[in-house]
């Protein structure tokens, strides 16, 4: 009976000895560290090379072991020591002073592996809490910092905790002590009445028990942190951001991404309205738009294809260029943004497209696109046309539409009220400088490609709903000389076919329509085939021509400012509506006085080329070389009338692909339709 009795009581003895002696070890660990600063005078080593390093280790080794012995949500007596002395915030203090020199780095890699690897949850608790706040103050504040690595580190554990619990969010964004009921759960308060003495071997025993308060934790109650300060875990991801090494801020951008992602309503309320989250992210962007030199050429800007917030840096097989990096690097944010947007919970990325909208477009763009100086106009245009060319949030996309069209779908009056920006702009495509047509041009046209309705709606619909082109109540045009009567056009009085102007072919039949009454697509192909002369045509003469052929050259060349027009026409040609059809690619619309469309604008063009190539000597030959000069076949010198000879290769071009546009858009139906070969290339 009694050698049971004592192995039974040796069998409790030995299953306790564990816990006594990990918390033995724990305090003497900890004791080590203390007792280092109280008797090293040597203030020059690293670190590293004391025996603090090996001492958090072991102390971290201690609380993970001693995890996997306690039950399921239950505290062991070295957490408890760790959360009643408030160890955490003793280092952090050791880690501000930077004594021993690497402390602090130590010190973020100690409070990464404690929150990491300890599956208790410990964020909730103020003698983890506070620290937590002090150390995100003390990184990412200074650029280049030594520490950036553990620091970003130190943010990912972070952003992982949140991850698995987005209620974090607001509290340690807050600063504040929020705490939820958890159910059959009993675990240390974080308030301790006071420390005891790092010099002690066990803790103080309290009234309420030996390691602290054992309490079921209260519903929701909050208590201030007096020391948040401002800078939190937002405003170190976002330094952090800024770093000058590649992973650390792609680390960075990826932790703040998962943040404004996982979002709780309440949490992304409180990002928006009581954290620094879009403001910081906003002002970054425009620091980076305002350090870009104040002379970029738009060909460089619309050369730097490529760049995206993963790999912001300028692609290295492109030409080089004054401002590429730093252009790249604006890029490269505004990328970032976008994502942003893309991703945030629905409230995050309303307010940061909000704020791009209004510190970038509004207070920085605006007034350059407005600006006296063309320089200023020809940057900012180039800049907001690379910038659309990137954007794809549908948040940040609806912005830029209403920043560049404004929220009217209507045509503004005469006398409405001040210009808009939208008729500035459109201004600007017959600018005096060709070089800021053409930029605007391709504002334009980048816009055109964008997924959203008003765009369309904006520019061209609003001006053709209605039909005020055509003649009310006039019957359909008998003939094709009906529609082309150049006399009765107050456009065209200046007796173009009695100065030499004859179409390619004799004036086709009346045009064929179809049951609904619309003109065939047969007749309408043909008008555009037909309308270049063929003295002016010399695409037969070479193989593989074609619109596109001549695109890559445009940039800086004579002829560029015809051919962006002509692109961005052919671009409103495609769009599937039955409006733009009509007025666009329908050559025989009856049109109202005083109204022009595209075919009727073309045939006063080639009436007047016409006119203009009487007076070129060897017109064919030389036509034909300025063909193959704009291919690339033969060496670009320079001939006379070179401008009008290019001119002549891009509307001949133009014809041909309004001819296929018009085709794709309604393809013949039927065995017996006879349709002239399409432009080839393009059908």
Same mark, same amino acid.
């Given at each position: 009976m009694l050698s049971r009795l004592g192995a039974l009581l040796q069998e409790a003895v030995g299953a306790r000895e564990p816990s006594i002696d990990l918390l033995?070890?724990?305090?003497?660990?900890?004791?080590? !560290?203390?007792?280092?600063? +109280?008797?090293?005078?040597?203030? /020059?080593?690293?670190?590293?090379?004391?025996? +603090?390093?090996?001492?958090?280790?072991?102390? #971290?080794? +201690?609380?993970?072991?001693?995890?996997?012995?306690?039950?399921?949500?239950?505290?062991?007596?070295?957490?408890?020591?760790?959360?009643?002395?408030?160890? #955490?915030?003793?280092?952090?203090?050791?880690?501000?002073?930077?004594?021993?020199? *690497?402390?602090?780095?130590?010190?973020?890699?100690?409070?990464?592996?404690?929150?990491? @690897?300890?599956?208790?949850?410990?964020?909730?608790?103020?003698?983890?809490?506070?620290?937590?706040?002090?150390?995100?103050?003390?990184?990412?504040?200074?650029?280049?910092?030594?520490?950036?690595k553990e620091e970003v580190q130190f943010t990912t554990v972070l952003c992982s905790k949140i991850q698995q619990d987005p209620a974090l969010l607001t509290y340690i964004l807050e600063g504040k002590k929020t705490v939820t009921r958890?159910?059959?759960?009993?675990?240390?308060?974080?308030?301790?009445?006071?420390?005891?003495?790092?010099?002690?071997? &066990?803790p103080d025993r309290g009234p309420c028990g030996a390691w602290g308060v054992t309490a079921p934790l209260p519903a929701e109650t909050e208590e201030p942190d007096a020391g948040t300060g401002e800078s939190n875990l937002i405003t170190s991801l976002t330094n952090l951001c800024k770093s000058k090494k590649g992973?650390?801020?792609?680390?960075?951008?990826? /932790?703040l991404l998962l943040l404004v992602s996982v979002a709780s309503q309440a949490a992304a309320t409180y990002l928006v309205q009581s954290s620094p989250c879009c403001p910081v992210i906003v002002e970054h962007l425009c620091h980076l738009y305002q350090s870009l030199p104040t002379l970029l050429d738009p060909a460089d800007i619309a050369a730097l294809e490529g760049v995206s917030w993963r790999l912001p840096s300028a692609p290295s097989d492109e030409a080089s260029?004054? *401002?590429?990096?730093?252009?790249?690097?604006?890029?490269?944010?505004?990328?970032?943004?976008? @994502?942003?947007?893309? $991703?945030?919970? &629905?409230?995050?990325?309303?307010?940061?497209?909000?704020?791009?909208?209004?510190?970038?477009?509004?207070?920085?763009? @605006?007034?350059?696109?407005?600006?006296?100086?063309?320089?200023?106009?020809?940057?900012?245009?180039?800049?907001?046309?690379?910038?659309?060319?990137?954007?794809?949030?549908?948040?940040?996309?609806?912005?830029?539409?209403?920043?560049?069209? =404004?929220?009217?779908?209507?045509?503004?009056?005469?006398?409405? =009220?001040?210009?808009?920006?939208?008729?500035?702009?459109?201004?600007?495509?017959?600018?005096?400088?060709?070089?800021?047509?053409?930029?605007?041009?391709?504002?334009? $046209?980048?816009?055109?490609?964008?997924?959203?309705?008003? !765009?369309?709606?904006?520019?061209?619909?609003?001006?053709?709903?209605?039909?005020?082109?055509?003649?009310?109540?006039?019957?359909?045009?008998?003939?094709?000389?009906?529609?082309?009567?150049?006399?009765?056009?107050?456009?065209?009085?200046?007796?173009?076919? /009695?100065a030499g102007f004859q179409p390619s072919a004799k004036h086709p039949p009346a045009p064929a329509t179809n049951s609904d009454g619309k003109t065939a697509v047969t007749e309408i192909v043909n008008s555009f085939l037909c309308l270049v002369p063929e003295e002016a045509k010399t695409s037969a003469f070479l193989e593989d021509t074609g619109y596109d052929t001549y695109v890559h050259d445009a940039y800086g060349l004579p002829y560029s400012l015809n051919l962006q027009v002509t692109s961005v026409l052919s671009r409103l040609a495609l769009f599937p509506h039955p409006l733009i059809h009509e007025y666009l690619l329908d050559p025989y619309i009856n049109l109202a006085p005083g109204c022009r469309s595209l075919f009727s604008v073309l045939v006063r063009v080639i009436g007047d080329l016409m006119q203009r +190539?009487?007076?070129?000597?060897?017109?064919? *030959?030389?036509?034909?070389?300025?063909?193959? @000069?704009?291919?690339?076949?033969?060496?670009?010198e320079q001939l006379d009338h070179q401008t009008l000879l290019q001119g002549v290769v891009v509307l001949e071009e133009f014809c041909k692909e309004l001819a296929a546009i018009a085709f794709v858009k309604f393809p013949p139906h039927g065995p017996h339709l006879c349709l002239s070969p399409p432009p080839e290339g393009h059908v």
């Open positions: 033995e070890a724990f305090v003497e660990h900890w004791k080590g !560290i203390t007792h280092y600063y +109280i008797e090293s005078t040597d203030e /020059n080593t690293p670190a590293k090379k004391t025996d +603090i390093p090996w001492r958090l280790k072991q102390m #971290l080794d +201690i609380l993970v072991y001693e995890e996997r012995q306690q039950a399921a949500g239950e505290a062991g007596p070295c957490l408890e020591y760790l959360l009643q002395h408030k160890i #955490l915030e003793t280092l952090c203090t050791l880690g501000k002073a930077e004594y021993p020199p *690497g402390m602090r780095q130590q010190v973020f890699q100690f409070f990464s592996k404690v929150l990491a @690897q300890v599956q208790h949850p410990l964020l909730h608790y103020l003698s983890v809490h506070r620290p937590v706040q002090k150390l995100l103050r003390l990184g990412g504040t200074v650029p280049g910092s030594l520490t950036e958890k159910k059959a759960s009993r675990e240390p308060t974080a308030l301790p009445q006071e420390p005891a003495s790092p010099d002690s071997k &066990t992973r650390v801020a792609l680390k960075a951008q990826e /932790n260029f004054p *401002g590429k990096e730093a252009l790249a690097a604006f890029l490269g944010w505004f990328d970032y943004c976008d @994502q942003l947007v893309m $991703e945030a919970h &629905t409230v995050v990325a309303d307010a940061l497209a909000k704020a791009v909208a209004e510190k970038l477009f509004v207070e920085i763009l @605006q007034p350059q696109l407005l600006h006296v100086s063309e320089q200023s106009i020809l940057t900012a245009t180039a800049l907001l046309t690379a910038l659309l060319r990137q954007l794809r949030a549908p948040a940040l996309l609806r912005e830029a539409v209403a920043f560049l069209l =404004g929220t009217e779908q209507r045509p503004a009056a005469p006398g409405d =009220g001040p210009c808009t920006l939208c008729t500035h702009l459109v201004r600007h495509c017959d600018h005096l400088s060709d070089e800021i047509s053409i930029a605007t041009l391709r504002l334009f $046209e980048e816009l055109l490609q964008k997924p959203h309705e008003q !765009i369309i709606r904006s520019l061209i619909l609003c001006h053709l709903e209605g039909r005020p082109y055509v003649v009310r109540g006039s019957p359909e045009p008998e003939s094709y000389e009906d529609t082309l009567d150049l006399e009765e056009d107050p456009y065209f009085t200046d007796g173009l076919l /009695n +190539i009487q007076r070129v000597p060897q017109f064919p *030959g030389k036509l034909l070389l300025v063909r193959k @000069q704009l291919m690339g076949q033969v060496p670009g």
